[in-house]
DNA sequence: ATGCACTCCTGAACGC
DNA sequence: TGCGTTCAGGAGTGCA
């Protein structure tokens, strides 16, 4: 499920629940998900103060008064619920608050992850240290043109690579592509300046529009109580093979290393 | 360095 | 109804 707007849309619910409140209860239900979950991950959080809940690209970041931040990833099935009863058979790892509030971390496919490490060396985590500049609030006009300039790869692949830009997944690359008018398989290196300034401010617009539906509800995605996002009713061509573009026009997909892509060949060249 | 295929896991949707 | 096949929003790993 989930890209940037939607773990933005449940870091923005949790913070309320969590920030300045004390874990009264952390559980894990199975030893690993993705990875190994961190040894003692109950007893170093249960006790803990939250200080902040925020994101970086993808990850939820939890930080505590002990000097650790709980990263999260939800994978691609992964779903955090407020206040669900946590005894399902995708329930794996269960927040308590002193208020009574709970937290219920769920993942079919156990693609995600959480892990436990210190606040003040947060950027050294193996899977922080490498991620690229945030879509949102800079300009990445300059920043596009520099990570595409002599490459060969297919623009979306590099929309798709964290190291560039960090956040950005297969729906937004698309619809992204769709707003800028290049066609997601136009080799990087040899897109225009035009062509980069519209991918450049068709991202970070693509992204508000979705954090400010609440994200898109695909399979998994519900905002932590459990309102649906709506962004998916907004989409241009994401998984709409067949049916008209906003335009009017016949969406097409085609397949880039394996990954469906989604495009309007008479809006995007 | 770069590009790409494969892999983890489960569930939903579709075709027969 | 039931079974098999295909596909899914991520991303690390290992190969050419």
Same mark, same amino acid.
């Given at each position: 499920?989930?890209?940037?707007?939607?773990?933005?849309?449940?870091?923005?619910?949790?913070?309320?629940? !969590?920030?300045?409140?004390?874990? +009264?209860?952390?559980? +894990?239900?199975?030893?690993?998900?993705?990875?190994?979950?961190?040894?003692?991950?109950?007893?170093?959080?249960?006790?803990?103060?939250?200080?902040?809940?925020?994101?970086?690209?993808?990850?939820?970041?939890?930080?505590?008064?002990?000097? #650790?931040?709980?990263?999260? =990833?939800?994978?691609?099935?992964?779903?955090?619920?407020?206040?669900?009863?946590? /005894?399902?058979? =995708?329930?794996?790892?269960?927040? #308590?608050?002193?208020?009574?509030?709970?937290?219920?971390?769920?993942?079919? $496919? $156990?693609?995600?992850?959480? /892990?436990?490490?210190? @606040?003040?060396?947060?950027?050294? =985590?193996?899977?922080?240290?490498?991620?690229?500049?945030?879509?949102?609030?800079? /300009?990445?006009?300059?920043?596009?043109?520099?990570?595409?300039?002599?490459?060969?790869?297919?623009?979306? +692949?590099?929309?798709?690579?964290?190291?560039?830009?960090?956040?950005?997944?297969?729906?937004?690359?698309?619809?992204?592509?769709?707003?800028?008018?290049?066609?997601?398989?136009?080799? %990087?290196? +040899?897109?225009?300046?035009?062509?980069? %300034?519209?991918?450049?401010?068709?991202?970070?617009?693509? !992204? /508000?529009?979705?954090?400010?539906?609440?994200?898109?509800?695909?399979?998994?995605?519900?905002?932590?109580?459990?309102?649906?996002?709506?962004?998916?009713?907004?989409?241009?061509?994401?998984?709409?093979?067949?049916?008209?573009?906003?335009?009017?026009?016949?969406?097409?997909?085609?397949?880039? @290393?394996?990954? @469906?892509?989604?495009?309007?060949?008479?809006?995007?060249?």
């Amino acid at each position: 499920m989930p890209e940037l707007p939607e773990v933005e849309t449940v870091v923005r619910a949790l913070r309320p629940v !969590l920030e300045g409140r004390r874990l +009264a209860r952390v559980v +894990a239900r199975r030893p690993d998900l993705r990875w190994p979950l961190p040894q003692g991950l109950g007893q170093r959080l249960t006790g803990a103060t939250v200080l902040g809940v925020a994101r970086r690209a993808k990850y939820g970041l939890i930080a505590t008064d002990r000097g #650790e931040t709980l990263l999260f =990833h939800l994978g691609m099935s992964g779903r955090l619920r407020l206040d669900a009863p946590g /005894d399902g058979a =995708h329930d794996h790892v269960l927040f #308590e608050t002193g208020e009574g509030r709970r937290i219920v971390f769920t993942d079919p $496919r $156990r693609f995600g992850m959480l /892990d436990l490490w210190p @606040s003040d060396r947060l950027g050294e =985590h193996r899977l922080l240290a490498a991620l690229g500049a945030e879509p949102l609030g800079a /300009d990445l006009r300059p920043l596009l043109a520099r990570a595409f300039a002599g490459r060969v790869a297919p623009v979306k +692949a590099l929309l798709l690579d964290q190291r560039i830009l960090a956040g950005v997944g297969n729906i937004y690359a698309c619809e992204a592509l769709w707003r800028a008018r290049v066609r997601p398989d136009r080799l %990087a290196g +040899a897109l225009k300046p035009a062509e980069i %300034a519209r991918l450049a401010a068709a991202i970070p617009a693509v !992204l /508000d529009a979705a954090i400010a539906a609440g994200g898109s509800s695909l399979r998994d995605h519900v905002q932590p109580d459990g309102t649906l996002g709506m962004f998916q009713h907004s989409w241009a061509v994401y998984g709409r093979q067949g049916e008209a573009c906003p335009k009017g026009h016949p969406v097409e997909r085609l397949i880039q @290393s394996g990954r @469906s892509s989604f495009l309007c060949p008479r809006c995007q060249r």
